[in-house]
Structure formats: C-alpha cells, structure tokens
C-alpha cells in the first residue's frame, strides 16, 4: 500500500471535504499520510487530524514563508505541539528564495533552530528548498547529526549525489510527470531505491493527467507510475520499496 509523506490536508482546500476524504482513502490503497504542518496553527490542526484518523501522522514546523509574526516563544511551541505519539518529524522547514529573499538571515535561523530541536527530540527532518540550493546545502553540511528528506527535491544531480551519500532521502512529487521534468528525471535515475519517497503535497502539484486540479493522495499512483518507468521496475516494487523508506524514516507502527 501507498504511503503519502508530504500531504497538506490540513489546508483550506479541503475544507468541505476533509474528514470524508481521510476515511476513503485507505481503501484507495494509501496506508499512511504524513501532514507537515507549515506555521504554528496549521502544525495544530495537522497534528488534530492525526489524533482523529489513525492513518493519518504529522510533522510540526515552521516553513521559511512563514515567518511574519512569529511570536517570541514559537520554539517552545513548536516543541510542545510536537509532543504526541503521532509527531512523525519536525517540518516542513528549510529555505525558499523564490518569492522573497529580503529574509534571508532570520530564514537560515529559524531553519537551524529547528534542525536542533530536530535532534534532541530525535526526529527527522522534512526540508523545503527552494531557490536556496547552496545555502540549504551549506547548513545540511555542518548539521550531520540530522537526517530525513528533502521534500520535491528541485536541487542539481550533482548536490543529490552529495546528499545521497549523506544518507538523505529524497521525495519526488507530481512535477516528475511534467514534460520539462529532465532534471527531476534525471535525478531520479541516480536516486537508489532504498532512498525515495513518494508524496503529492497535497493540495497542491498535482500529476499527469489531473494537473491544475486539487491533488490528493489517491494520485500517487501517477507518481509511482512515473518512477517505475524511469527505473525499469514494476508499479508493484516502487509501492512496497517505498512504504518501507516511510516507515524505516518516520518510524511508523
Ligand atoms: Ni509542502
């Protein structure tokens, strides 16, 4: 069965339809979901929706676009919205240049932070980079007592041979279908088995052939479709290779 480590249910987009939705989807094949949370409410409300539906886990973070009106305390709570049995990893966090870069230093702050409650809490990582390649490598390089996943990673070939042989995962999302996807494709061919996971985040970055629509975890069968052609193995290998990355990384039950 399927399992979806990058899934924002938590998300207005589902608003109507959320809790129905959940509940269908393990006889669509999806054994488990993960719900990075992205600010402190939605950290809150991913980790609610964990406590209701037992497939359901989720990660507490802050993402580096959120951090306009962070209060003074956000680490300790961060750390206590985290104290549950359903808190899977800290996430997602990371750096994004892409829509502005004017933050920069508090964005590599509150990222590092997070890395170090990351491993006193002895959780994973779920990174966002984007458009910040050099720096998101830089600060991986001196934080070596951290693992986990670079989420829809968008960096080079030669940065994810790196990060591989730092013992990173990497997650592969709907862009891999694209038809400009040939780096992702690429990077995807050099990406061993035992290191790749599958997500749709949800509700956005929807696959080929629902691309524009609100994505969810039922489309991941296009993701791993994709990657069993790149990698000449069967849909059957890629579902059960990469529910074992999940639960060997996020050490679900
Ligand atoms: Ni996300």
């Not at 800290?90 to 702050?109: H, M, P, R, T, V």
């Not at 001196?142 to 042989?165: I, T």
Request: include cysteine; hydrophobic fraction near 40%; charge should be negative.
């Amino acid at each position: 069965m399927y399992i979806d480590t990058h899934a924002h249910y938590d998300d207005k987009a589902f608003d109507t339809d959320r809790n129905e939705l959940l509940s269908l989807l393990p006889a669509y094949g999806v054994e488990a979901i993960i719900d990075p949370g992205c600010n402190l409410s939605s950290s809150m409300q991913a980790r609610s929706l964990a406590e209701a539906f037992p497939h359901v886990y989720f990660a507490a973070g802050i993402h580096p676009e959120e951090l306009t009106d962070l209060p003074d305390d956000w680490l300790s709570q961060i750390t206590r919205i985290a104290d549950s049995t359903k808190c899977v990893a800290i996430g997602e966090i990371g750096l994004d240049y892409y829509w502005d870069a004017s933050e920069k230093e508090l964005q590599k702050q509150v990222f590092e932070a997070q890395l170090k409650i990351a491993h006193s809490l002895n959780l994973p990582v779920i990174i966002h980079d984007r458009e910040a390649h050099g720096d998101c490598f830089e600060i991986i390089s001196r934080h070596r007592e951290n693992r986990g996943v670079f989420h829809c990673y968008s960096g080079s070939a030669e940065m994810a041979s790196e990060l591989l042989k730092m013992g990173w995962y990497l997650g592969f999302d709907g862009p891999i279908t694209y038809k400009n996807a040939r780096k992702a494709v690429e990077v995807l061919s050099l990406t061993p088995l035992d290191k790749i996971l599958i997500e749709t985040d949800s509700p956005y970055l929807s696959p080929i052939p629902v691309r524009g629509k609100r994505n969810d975890s039922r489309n991941l069968r296009f993701i791993v479709e994709k990657i069993a052609e790149v990698k000449g193995l069967s849909v059957e290998e890629i579902v059960s290779a990469t529910s074992q990355n999940a639960k060997m990384l996020f050490q679900l039950a």
